[in-house]
């Protein structure tokens, strides 16, 4: 058994906190990473894991034994990416995180076609809407929609993506068009909200004429997955707030209409975050290049045209006619 293949493995139930999700991370079995493990702890002469039927808790030799294992799987990535800088034949495998939304529309688009530019490298996507903890985790990349907290890691801004309030036609049919945050709150609206264990934002921030205000908004429905919500204001059960690469289409056919334009939601950036240390790994460098560019690009093309909150374009025929019909309740 590789000594190597142990070593990683031990960082990996370290960081993950639990043989089995070690061995989904390495794409074998249960097995397998116990193995590993108690074949690494016989060639130490040490535990490294006090096991019980629930926890999992690294020993002190398990600890002091961790930094020193974190540091060869470096090097040996380093002298791997060295090589791979130097021959221009950049291999290996790519963990990339991603919000649902934005992995489905702005990033799964683009994988076959970095894979066809570049055949040796492949790409493992992570998506999900909770908080991602790109070191535990193990992750060389991740797209990450919202302000940057942890500070060991690199940011790379992408965009600013608009956002925007929205409801289905026959919703405001239904309930009345809200002009602004203040009606929201006051008519008593259905207001669609992702949360997520860990989220530390309930409220909806608004830009207004007296600057940003946070409106306490409520409603019978949450999730923690953006789609879903999606799907529940197509369905006429709510207001959801939205980047607008998110319901562009829905916006374009009228599926969807702008709600509470007088207060729009304040923008989100995109960017892609990265450890340090991953940096010097051309693959990653190349990565970053290939998708920042495409989701730019990608991005621009889904917004031109949309009359946004706050735009002075001419309105949309679908916005008419909810407005029409809000008047004639």
């Not at 997520?196 to 934002?201: F, H, N, R, T, V």
Request: with cysteine; charged share 25%.
């Amino acid at each position: 058994m590789s000594y190597v293949n142990m070593i990683r493995m031990f960082v990996r139930v370290y960081d993950l906190g639990s043989m089995s999700a070690a061995a989904r991370d390495q794409r074998t079995s249960p097995a397998v990473a116990s193995g590993r493990i108690s074949e690494l702890e016989k060639h130490l002469g040490v535990r490294l894991f006090n096991r019980t039927t629930r926890k999992l808790q690294p020993t002190e030799n398990g600890r002091l034994f961790y930094d020193g294992a974190q540091g060869i799987l470096q090097a040996i990535e380093e002298a791997e990416a060295a090589v791979a800088d130097a021959t221009q034949n950049p291999r290996g495998v790519l963990y990339v995180g991603a919000p649902l939304g934005v992995g489905r529309r702005l990033l799964g688009p683009f994988v076959p076609a970095f894979k066809a530019d570049y055949p040796l490298i492949d790409l493992r996507l992570r998506l999900s809407d909770r908080i991602i903890d790109v070191t535990a985790e193990g992750l060389d990349a991740v797209l990450h929609l919202g302000r940057l907290e942890d500070s060991a890691l690199k940011m790379r801004v992408i965009a600013e993506c608009p956002r925007l309030l929205c409801a289905s036609p026959e919703y405001i049919a239904r309930r009345g068009l809200p002009q602004d945050g203040a009606a929201l709150v006051r008519d008593g609206h259905d207001c669609l909200n992702l949360r997520y264990p860990g989220a530390k934002e309930f409220r909806w921030t608004l830009r207004t004429p007296q600057g940003e205000q946070s409106y306490e908004i409520s409603g019978p429905f949450e999730s923690d997955d953006g789609d879903v919500l999606t799907d529940w204001a197509l369905a006429g059960h709510g207001v959801v707030m939205k980047p607008v690469f998110e319901v562009g289409a829905y916006l374009r056919t009228g599926a969807l209409v702008p709600v509470a334009r007088a207060t729009p939601p304040l923008p989100v950036t995109l960017s892609l975050l990265t450890p340090h240390r991953r940096l010097r790994d051309p693959k990653v460098r190349l990565f970053a290049d290939f998708i920042v560019g495409r989701i730019r690009a990608d991005m621009a093309a889904q917004v031109q045209g949309l009359d946004l909150p706050g735009s002075d374009g001419p309105k949309m025929p679908a916005m008419e006619a909810a407005e029409r019909n809000a008047q004639d309740r």
